[in-house]
């Protein structure tokens, strides 16, 4: 390599980013050992911007358009470099990108259940997920508040911060709604719209923006949902004596298959004691009318043995009598 070449390498006509993927949204352009050309091109892709950094502090700002380096263009540099006077050599200073296109499809959700009061539950613990989308939206205030001087700034490196503050977000909207959880299915989408409302409070000051926030479930814990799994079969149940005689109806066939075991005998013994008190039932009923029976019956055999004639006279008498009260005759 001649010395012509070596020295063309250290000037720098373009500066433009071409972004390969939507991992990056901060990028430095490599300017190590290397100084911009006075009068070189800025290309800022649509939804990109450009930020010129001198000694660590924000400079000029270009949006998306193709730039000519100059004093004019660059007027906060300029202040900062002190240049009095447009400047014709090469100077040194960062220069970074930044990607400002929506990054859709995160995914978020609570790691653990957010506990929050319930007026029909009480105290319930609530898991939910889903996904959002975000952007840079103030340039300056995330290169001094998030991505700095590094040379590349991730949407990993990002992510746990946007995932705390919407499941914060989301524990603060639940706690305040006071939105009962079995109504929470049929207000996600205003779930929703105060979960990014209440991020974007708290983002502002890293220079980003929750565009879209959706709630993809809500959950109860597994002992919690079991619990409520209870609680509706006993809702669908009804009256409960009803429910009863027809589990008992149901289990007749079942004690009947059982050809022995625990299983069986508590089937067996279940289906006697129930079939002894229907017996007891209908052998008391019996015994009650067997009762009343004989007790007439008596009565009027009572009544037909009782009476005789005296026969002297003819005249009725009652049993046992020994003297005719017509007569006066002796019966003996």
């Known amino acids: 390599m001649g ?21 990056v949204l901060a ?25 010129f950094v001198h000694e660590g502090r924000v400079a000029d700002v270009f949006d998306a358009g193709r730039h000519r380096i100059h004093t004019q263009n660059l007027p906060l540099l300029t202040d900062l470099r002190h240049w009095d006077k447009g400047f014709e050599s090469p100077f040194k200073s960062e220069v970074y990108f930044f990607s400002q296109r929506l990054r859709v499809g995160q995914t978020w959700g609570t790691s653990q259940a957010v506990t929050v009061r319930d007026r029909e539950f009480g105290a319930v613990r609530v898991r939910a997920h889903g996904v ?24 990993s490196e990002l992510e746990g911060q946007l995932r705390a503050t919407l499941v914060s977000a989301l524990a603060q909207h639940l706690g305040t709604s006071g939105v009962p959880f079995l109504d929470m299915a049929a207000n ?16 502002a000051a890293l220079g980003l923006d929750v565009t879209d926030v959706q709630i993809q479930s809500l959950s109860l814990p597994d002992e919690l949902r079991q619990r409520l799994d209870e609680r509706i079969g006993m809702g669908l149940v009804g009256d409960l004596g009803d429910y009863t005689r027809f589990q ?6 079942v004690a009947a298959g059982q050809s022995g075991g625990a ?40 009544t037909g043995a009782g009476s005789t004639t005296c026969p002297h006279c003819n005249s009725a008498l009652a049993a046992r009598t020994r003297f005719c009260p017509e007569c006066g005759k002796s019966l003996g």
């Open 263 to 302: 299983a069986g005998a508590g089937a067996g013994l279940g289906l006697g004691l129930a079939m002894g008190r229907e017996m007891a039932n209908a052998l008391g009923s019996a015994a009650a009318g067997r009762s009343a029976e004989p007790s007439a019956a008596g009565a009027a055999a009572t």
């Open 3 to 23: 010395f012509g070449d070596f020295v063309k390498k250290q000037f720098i006509d373009i500066l433009e980013w071409t972004e390969e993927g939507d991992e």
């Open 188 to 203: 996600q989408d205003a779930l929703a719209a105060g979960v990014r409302a209440k991020s974007n409070l708290a983002l």
């Open 248 to 253: 008992t109806a149901r289990s007749i066939p």
């Open 27 to 51: 990028w430095r352009f490599p300017t190590a050992d290397r100084e911009i050309q006075q009068g070189g091109q800025l290309i800022v892709r649509e939804t990109q911007a450009a930020v």
């Open 132 to 155: 959002f989308s975000f952007r840079i939206a103030d340039v300056p205030r995330f290169f001094t508040a998030v991505s700095g001087t590094r040379p590349a700034y991730t949407v």
